[in-house]
């Protein structure tokens, strides 16, 4: 009987076995509390049951299921070779529970490992666009405005992006406009810079001149000045753009009058260059600020000069036509592409 209790006790049982001397004997894992009374015992003994499980009080997290003491069993009367025995018997819940521990175990493991993954996951979604937001910062602060970013996303970043992507090409029209400002500035002051140099030099080379034409060349050299100097206040006025100023000065004044004065500044260039001039100017008077609409006559007729051929012609015209008038530079040159 010995060894067949210690091989029930290996499968996942606990089990006291009481003769009617009261000798003890126990198999398989020791209990926590090995007392019992006497009249359990003794009960047992006469062939009643025991049923320590289901009388085991109830407390909090501890059922009669999980106390390991000896009187939290069940107590069943045995007979062997004539002998009367008490034996009790309870589950082994350590070793029950062993494989479930391993798998509870497992299962934290693998939800700790998901639960890294995911937030390493997350973490990367949400960085990552911040990283590229990061890099295209500074690309553009290097002024490269070549930026591609996701701007498909649905979300918060999705929309940083997309606002990102119009302020790049915002900046990159203004980039361009400051350049042909600069373009379009530095070619209005080589203007009256490259008609001062010319007259400067007539005067300084040419002995033959007579003081009537001295006189001529020495007007329009400071009528060029006042021009630069003109130009540089236009300039000053320029920055009220962004604080929508109205910068424009209108007054009546006589359009013909003001294209004879730009024609006569030029006579160096067309001379030099071989060009045919001519002109029908009319003596007409309009309303509109004369400084900055003699910088687009300036700008037609230099470029009328630079881009023309040699020997060829530039003709202009003033044509009033009902309530408008219409300004005509025509020339033998390369043409506008």
Same mark, same amino acid.
């Given at each position: ?119 390493? /996951?997350?973490? !990367? ?41 119009? %302020? ?91 294209? !004879? ?11 030099? !260059? ?12 309009? /309303? ?25 012609? /530039? ?20 043409? %506008?592409?």
């Amino acid at each position: 009987m010995t060894e067949y209790l210690e091989s029930i006790s290996a499968v996942g049982y606990q089990i006291n076995l009481v003769d009617n001397q009261g000798n003890r004997k126990f198999f398989g894992e020791p209990f926590r509390d090995k007392s019992l009374s006497a009249s359990t015992k003794e009960d047992v003994l006469n062939g009643n049951i025991y049923h320590g499980i289901l009388l085991f009080p109830q407390k909090t997290f501890v059922t009669g299921f999980f106390a390991n003491e000896l009187r939290n069993t069940i107590g069943v009367p045995l007979k062997h070779n004539g002998r009367n025995f008490a034996l009790f018997v309870r589950p082994d819940i350590k070793l029950l529970f062993n494989e479930m521990h391993i798998l509870f175990g497992w299962i934290l493991a693998l939800s700790i490992t998901l639960s890294i993954a995911m937030v390493v /996951i997350s973490t !990367k979604y949400l960085v990552k666009p911040i990283s590229n937001l990061t890099k295209a910062t500074k690309l553009l602060s290097n002024g490269d405005f070549n930026i591609e970013l996701n701007s498909t996303r649905q979300d918060e970043l999705g929309e940083l992006s997309h606002s990102f992507l119009r %302020m790049a090409r915002k900046l990159e029209q203004i980039d361009e406009m400051r350049k042909e400002f600069i373009s379009n500035i530095s070619h209005d002051i080589q203007s009256p810079l490259s008609n001062i140099k010319g007259y400067t030099n007539l005067l300084d080379n040419n002995d033959s001149i007579s003081k009537e034409e001295r006189s001529q060349y020495v007007s329009i050299i400071n009528g060029e000045i006042k021009r630069l100097s003109t130009l540089t206040k236009q300039l000053l006025l320029l920055a009220s753009l962004d604080r929508n100023e109205d910068i424009m000065k209108k007054r009546l004044f006589n359009i013909g009058q003001q294209l !004879k004065e730009l024609v006569r500044n030029y006579q160096w260039a067309v001379s030099e !260059k071989g060009i045919m001039l001519s002109y029908s100017l009319p003596d007409l008077e309009i /309303i509109g600020d004369p400084s900055l609409l003699n910088n687009v006559w300036d700008n037609l007729l230099s470029n009328a000069i630079k881009y023309n051929k040699l020997n060829g012609s /530039i003709e202009i015209s003033i044509e009033e036509r009902g309530e408008s008038v219409w300004l005509t530079f025509e020339d033998t040159g390369t043409g %506008m592409k």
